[in-house]
């Protein structure tokens, strides 16, 4: 799906409108994409949800000439996993679950509390910069970093990167989704706050540019299906009233991803297809099989409090908890948990689940933070 794909690719207007009419244009702009997206696909909009994905892994599985399937899911997957398992709970041979969905929150209340725990993150990302001041000269403390920061954020507001054209390429917005990636995984603080420095205290572009061509451009198929999908699991809010407010509120205490997320969800105040008013209830039928759920206590694009919801709506699931994780994604990662991957390896083999009390069945510890590179 392609609705606009030169909507990533002009020039963006700053995620943070400085006023009515600033937010008025990135309202139209949410409802112009979502408008396209209906004029190419409206034959297709209505069939793009989760249960339709459930049902297409089915088809799937019966074409191969299987009776069961199993399954491994990170992130938007572990919905994909759960809504399957409650639909076909008959057809699961094995099943995990890595980083898990709220299923109760889907998809408005999810992003809220996705705000609040990413705020989490570029808080421990600007402490762990602050750490290591001798090498960055950012600050000593996580406040003074985070000032260096918007700082920074600003300075491109007003003068942007430019591109080989000669047209902006990093920009406010460009910033933002650039150091986004380092909430979801730690392992590119390094090279993030290497590319920080080199901007705030020289100028210099090149460092920035090679992080943002790597991690912050944004896919516009990617970004079609997306919205194809969330949009039409359930019906969001169509009063712009309400996302407004809803920002506004969570802005005041967590401002690095409150707007950010709302212009990346703001089509499906518009879009052409309405889900129904509540989302799917996720539950464990008699016959599912155990389950094995892998999740981060400090993760933020799927927030420690869902991943228990989830865990409640299985209950034949069973959770191993690294503590203090944030990492997005806690299984064959890099560097490797060697206890987190001999629970996945044991299950994968055998079934084998940990057996420990619920809610938390087993735990894993958390691996170090990187340090700079050199």
């Known amino acids: 799906m392609h609705c606009d794909p030169s909507f990533f690719s002009r020039a963006r207007p700053d995620y943070i409108p400085a006023n009515a009419a600033a937010e008025q244009t990135l309202i139209n702009r949410a409802k112009a994409y979502a408008a396209d997206c209906k004029k190419k696909y409206s034959w297709l909009l209505p069939f793009m949800t989760t249960k339709d994905i459930a049902r297409d892994m089915d088809s799937i599985r019966a074409a191969m000439g299987q009776q069961k399937l199993s399954y491994f899911g990170y992130s938007y997957g572990t919905y994909i996993g759960q809504v399957y398992a409650t639909m076909f709970p008959h057809r ?9 969905v709220g299923p109760g929150g889907v998809w408005w209340a999810d992003n809220l ?7 989490g993150r570029i808080q421990a990302f600007f402490a762990w910069v602050a ?69 705030l205290h020289g100028g210099a572009t090149s460092e920035l540019v090679t992080q943002y061509q790597q991690e912050g451009v944004q896919n ?5 299906v997306y919205n194809a999908v969330e949009c039409s699991d359930v019906n969001w809010p169509r009063s712009w009233a ?53 999740q981060g206590t400090l993760d933020a694009a799927t927030p420690y409090a869902g991943a228990l919801a989830a865990h409640r709506a299985l209950p034949s699931s069973r959770m191993v908890v690294v503590k203090g994780g944030g990492n997005h994604g806690q ?44």
């Open 220 to 224: 516009e198929n990617e970004f079609a």
């Open 113 to 119: 509390d996705q705000d609040y725990a990413f705020q």
């Open 92 to 100: 699961v041979h094995r099943m995990v679950l890595d980083s898990t």
């Open 242 to 294: 309400t996302w407004n407010s809803a920002t506004r509120k969570v802005y005041k205490t967590a401002p690095f991803e409150a707007w950010d997320n709302t212009w990346f969800n703001a089509a499906c105040a518009f879009w052409p297809v309405k889900g129904p008013a509540k989302p799917m209830q996720i539950k464990g039928a008699a016959g599912l099989p155990g389950i094995l759920m892998l």
């Open 131 to 199: 750490k290591y001041n001798d090498v960055y000269h950012l600050g000593s403390t996580a406040q003074q970093v985070s000032r260096n920061w918007y700082q920074a954020r600003g300075q491109l507001k007003a003068h942007p990167v430019p591109g080989p054209s000669g047209q902006p390429l990093i920009g406010p917005d460009e910033w933002d989704d650039t150091f986004l990636i380092g909430g979801y995984d730690n392992g590119y603080w390094p090279g993030l706050a290497s590319a920080f420095a080199a901007y």
């Open 331 to 374: 299984s064959l990662a890099d560097p490797p948990n060697s206890c987190v991957n001999g629970y996945l390896n044991r299950y994968l083999a055998t079934g084998a689940l940990p057996q420990g009390p619920s809610p938390v069945n087993a735990t894993c510890p958390n691996l170090p933070n990187p340090t700079p590179a050199g």
